[in-house]
């Protein structure tokens, strides 16, 4: 069954976990939240595959935590928090985690973020159909407001 | 009567308790954050609040996907820091207030609001990172200087609590918190934010326009704020950054006219825009312990100028 469509698909470079990913990815958060338990981030190290056998998941979801492949995790149900687990488990910090995400070096990420972060500017929409123009119909409105106090 | 006499809200990045247990505070980065919260350290200590309504979310930490609930109430005696990962941070176990924590359950449930109730619950930094922030940091061996009652909040699974949802709550458990026969002096924090976006090829977003608008509305027409749907959270303040409704339970406990007391904003710790507001009940003590119990309309001149007090004290710092 296709996926349902959502406002908030048009978000881009977002996967929104949903109720629908939760029950698909429960697996995935699962296997994750077992990593909690030194003995089970040892056996997990020690044949990963072997060690999946033990959840619910699918040939795909699979694929993707073999290949951390976080983003991927996540379009399958996988949620950041639980997902982070995994990257602590190979030693990896959240900002290494980050930028495979991002596409770019943990360099380049921390600099963006010191530099203030990814602007919002041209991250709002996939379709370009949502433009900041409603918005700013609002904050003049609040101008407004706030000269009649 | 107890009475609920201010309102914070705080970030409650992890990286900063990591930063706290590690001796980082003295680090540049660190310090621009940890310094952003000195004020609101002696505000606390002046405060002296008899109890402490942290509303939070667990990090795949107390809560698995296995059970999700929308807003759970700690009700227990105490509540252990969780093992994140790395074992569970240095600080003093959490003591709880169960009889006012069960008042409030009873009061807010038969006012539509169906709670879970906790009776045993870790907590994780979602509550830990604010509690420091604002209390300061406590060796694992000493206490807190208050008991605390936790309300987890569903923020991880969509759909979170609407922020009209949270904001009702809010003033729900006020009521509650009112009809205590017992003479409590009680804060609320709201805990999460600001904008942010861990998750995904669009993380590291940061909006500091829709967070600056976001403390304005807060702290002056929280009306605005409680009509927002949970698409522009996630659109304008990233995936994470819809952590921001547990802001409004906070809000909606307060009286409708607030003093803003102190903000502080800085940009970013690790991946998150740090956000962090101090709104006092007026004429009800905040700071000041003699507050008029006389809620209904205090002198007007006497409010007017506390209210000049209050903006001249706001502080803003900026990065």
């Not at chain 1, 072997?50 to 795909?60: G, I, M, R, S, V």
């Not at chain 1, 990896?92 to 985690?97: G, I, V, Y």
């Not at chain 1, 980050?98 to 991250?123: C, F, K, P």
């Not at chain 2, 509650?176 to 590291?204: C, M, N, W």
């Amino acid at each position: 069954m296709a996926r349902e469509q959502h406002d908030y698909d048009d978000i881009p470079g977002t996967f929104v976990f949903d109720a629908e990913r939760s029950r698909q990815g429960y697996g995935i958060n699962m296997f994750c939240m077992s990593l909690m338990k030194d003995g089970n981030r040892k056996a997990f190290k020690a044949n990963e595959a072997a060690y999946l056998k033990k959840f619910n998941l699918t040939p795909e979801q699979t694929d993707a935590i073999l290949k951390r492949d976080y983003n991927r995790m996540l379009e399958l149900g996988g949620n950041i928090y639980f997902t982070a687990k995994l990257g602590a488990t190979d030693g990896h910090s959240f900002q290494h985690l980050a930028a495979l995400m991002t596409g770019s070096t943990q360099q380049d990420y921390a600099a963006m973020m010191l530099a203030g972060g990814r602007s919002i500017e041209g991250n709002r929409s996939r379709s370009g159909k949502k433009t900041p123009s409603k918005r700013k119909a609002k904050s003049k409105s609040k101008t407004r407001s706030a000269k009649r106090k | 009567m107890a009475r609920i006499v201010a309102g914070i809200g705080s970030s409650h990045v992890p990286a900063i308790g990591a930063a706290l247990d590690n001796g980082k505070t003295e680090e540049p980065y660190w310090k621009r954050i940890f310094s952003g919260f000195e004020k609101s350290q002696a505000w606390m200590r002046d405060t002296k609040p008899d109890v402490a309504i942290i509303v939070y979310n667990d990090h795949a930490s107390a809560f698995s996907v296995e059970m999700i609930p929308t807003f759970a109430l700690g009700c227990a005696a105490e509540f252990p820091p969780a093992d994140e990962g790395w074992g569970p941070r240095p600080v003093p176990v959490v003591e709880g207030h169960p009889a006012l924590a069960s008042h409030i359950a009873q009061s807010v449930i038969l006012d539509e609001f169906d709670l879970t109730i906790c009776n045993k619950m870790e907590v994780d930094h979602g509550m830990t990172v604010p509690m420091n922030l604002l209390f300061g940091k406590v060796e694992k061996s000493g206490h807190w200087p208050c008991p605390v009652i936790p309300l987890a909040v569903n923020v991880v699974m969509y759909p979170p609590p609407t922020g009209h949802r949270c904001f009702m709550l809010g003033r729900a458990i006020r009521k509650a918190v009112e009809s205590y026969p017992e003479d409590l002096k009680v804060v609320i924090f709201g805990t999460g934010g600001l904008s942010h976006q861990i998750s995904g090829p669009r993380a590291g977003l940061i909006n500091s326009k829709w967070d600056k608008n976001f403390l304005d509305s807060l702290s002056g027409n929280p009306q605005k704020l409680v009509k927002i749907p949970h698409i522009d959270y996630m659109r304008e303040a990233g995936a994470e950054g819809i952590e921001m409704v547990m802001w409004l339970i906070m809000r909606g406990a307060l009286d409708e006219k607030v003093d803003e007391v102190y903000r502080f904003y800085t940009v970013p710790a690790s991946n998150t825009a740090v956000g962090h507001i101090i709104l006092a009940n007026r004429g009800r003590g905040g700071a000041h312990k003699s507050a008029a119990k006389s809620a209904t309309k205090p002198k007007r001149s006497g409010s007017k100028l506390k209210r000049a007090a209050a903006r001249v004290k706001t502080e803003r710092i900026s990065s």
